[in-house]
T-cell receptor
Framework: EPEVTQTPSHQVTQMGQEVILRCVPI?????FYWYRQILGQKVEFLVS????????KSEIFDDQFSVERPDGSNFTLKIRSTKLEDSAMYFC??????????????FGDGTRLSIL | AQKITQTQPGMFVQEKEAVTLDCTYD???????LFWYKQPSSGEMIFLIY??????QNATEGRYSLNFQKARKSANLVISASQLGDSAMYFC????????????FGKGTRLSVIA
C-alpha cells in the first residue's frame, strides 16, 4: 500500500539554525499538509498546500516557516531561526484529489525535531 | 470553544473485551467528516475509520465501529475484542465543509489493554 515518507526520522539542531523537513506524499495525491505535535499534546495544523500554493495556514505558521514543492515528488517544510519551542514531532500528510470531505489524510511516520 | 473533546485521558480494558472511546464535536457546518486515528508509542498516525455527517449508517472497519449520534454531536469509537496491540493513543478529528480542509484533533485518549 502506498504511504507518505518523511525524512529524517529524527533531527537534532542547535537553536538559531535552519532545518528542512522532507516529505514524499502518496503519488496521486494533490493535497498536502504539515502538522506538529508537541510532546504529550494534541496534533496541531500548520499549513495546507494545493496546486503549488498555500491554501490555508494556522496562526502557528508565521514568517519563520515556509513550504515548498521543489519537484514533482517532494514537499518540504523549512523552519528558520529555530527556537526551543519548535521541538516537536512534525507530520506530513496527503489526501486524494477528491473534493469531498470523506478522504482521509494519510500521515507519514513523522520527524522528531529536537532543538538544543 | 473546543471543536473536538475527548474526555477520557486514559482508559484500561481487558484483553478480548470491547471498549468505547468518547468523542464529542462542535460545528455549525452541516457538512463535516469525523475521523479516528491511532498513534502507537512509535509515533506514527494510523487512520482507522471515517464517518460523514450525511451518512445514514454507523461506519465499521473490522474490529472498529463508530457510534455516531448526530443530535448529541458524538462520534464514539468502539473497539471490539481488544488486543494487546491496540494499546496506543487514539485521536478523534474533524474536518468541516466539503473541501479538503485541515483536520482538527482532540487531545486524545491513551488506551491500555491488559492481558
Amino acid at each position: 500500500e502506498p504511504e507518505v515518507t518523511q525524512t529524517p526520522s529524527h533531527q537534532v539542531t542547535q537553536m538559531g539554525q535552519e532545518v528542512i523537513l522532507r516529505c514524499v506524499p502518496i503519488s496521486n495525491h494533490l493535497y498536502f499538509y504539515w502538522y506538529r505535535q508537541i510532546l504529550g499534546q494534541k496534533v496541531e495544523f500548520l499549513v495546507s498546500f494545493y496546486n503549488n500554493e498555500i491554501s490555508e495556514k494556522s496562526e502557528i505558521f508565521d514568517d519563520q516557516f515556509s513550504v515548498e514543492r521543489p519537484d514533482g515528488s517532494n514537499f518540504t517544510l523549512k523552519i528558520r531561526s529555530t527556537k526551543l519551542e519548535d521541538s516537536a514531532m512534525y507530520f506530513c500528510a496527503s489526501s486524494d484529489r477528491s473534493r469531498v470531505n470523506n478522504q482521509p489524510q494519510h500521515f507519514g511516520d513523522g520527524t522528531r525535531l529536537s532543538i538544543l | 470553544a473546543q471543536k473536538i473533546t475527548q474526555t477520557q485521558p486514559g482508559m484500561f480494558v481487558q484483553e478480548k473485551e470491547a471498549v468505547t472511546l468518547d468523542c464529542t464535536y462542535d460545528t455549525s457546518d452541516p457538512s463535516y467528516g469525523l475521523f479516528w486515528y491511532k498513534q502507537p508509542s512509535s509515533g506514527e498516525m494510523i487512520f482507522l475509520i471515517y464517518q460523514g455527517s450525511y451518512d445514514q449508517q454507523n461506519a465499521t472497519e473490522g474490529r472498529y465501529s463508530l457510534n455516531f449520534q448526530k443530535a448529541r454531536k458524538s462520534a464514539n469509537l468502539v473497539i471490539s475484542a481488544s488486543q494487546l496491540g491496540d494499546s496506543a493513543m487514539y485521536f478523534c478529528a474533524m474536518r468541516e465543509g466539503i473541501r479538503n480542509t485541515p483536520l482538527v484533533f482532540g487531545k486524545g485518549t491513551r488506551l491500555s489493554v491488559i492481558a
